[in-house]
């Protein structure tokens, strides 16, 4: 039996001898009707929420559908990206050792090149050294020499100063 709050607001019961009272019956039916009423508009509420939120929710398994699908294209992106990058640095590592090698190898001929120099620079140094020291003591042997002319001078200038 479907009954509504019109119904209840409506129903007249028939009056019997000691039956009950008329007010209070009519005013407990309002109640109830009032009540029922609320209850409906709340379970009609409640239906439009279910329905709403189950339209959310095949929205939502959409979206998680859709983030799948976007993640698994987004790990095999980045597993290429990692491949190539690898295959790169091991590429880039490769021209880098062949570049340092013959860098190393132009190094090494310029050390050989650089001790020559310092070697040749050794010998020059020991010839400038051993004609500066036989400089020095020409100079040292024409120094001596003319201090000693100047003392025979000297001492001539004094014999002959004595001597007049």
Do not use: C, W
Not at 96 to 111: G, I, P, V
């Amino acid at each position: 039996m479907n009954v509504s709050p019109l119904d209840l607001r409506q129903q007249r019961f028939r009056s019997g001898f000691r039956g009950f009272d008329k007010v209070e019956v009519t005013a407990f039916l309002a109640a109830v009707a009032d009540d029922y009423e609320q209850a409906l508009r709340e379970t009609d509420r409640l239906r439009q929420d279910v329905t709403r939120l189950e339209a959310l929710i095949g929205e939502h398994r959409e979206h998680e559908k859709n983030l799948k699908a976007t993640l698994m294209t987004a790990q095999k992106l980045a597993d290429d990206i990692k491949a190539n990058a690898q295959e790169e640095a091991h590429r880039i590592i490769g021209d880098a050792e062949r570049r340092s090698d013959l860098l190393l190898e132009k190094t090494q001929a310029r050390l050989e090149d650089v001790q020559r120099e310092i070697d040749g620079m050794k010998l020059k140094r020991r010839d400038v050294e051993t004609t500066m020291e036989s400089t020095i003591q020409t100079l040292r042997n024409t120094l001596e020499y003319i201090r000693e002319q100047e003392a025979r001078e000297r001492d001539e200038k004094i014999l002959i100063h004595r001597v007049k």
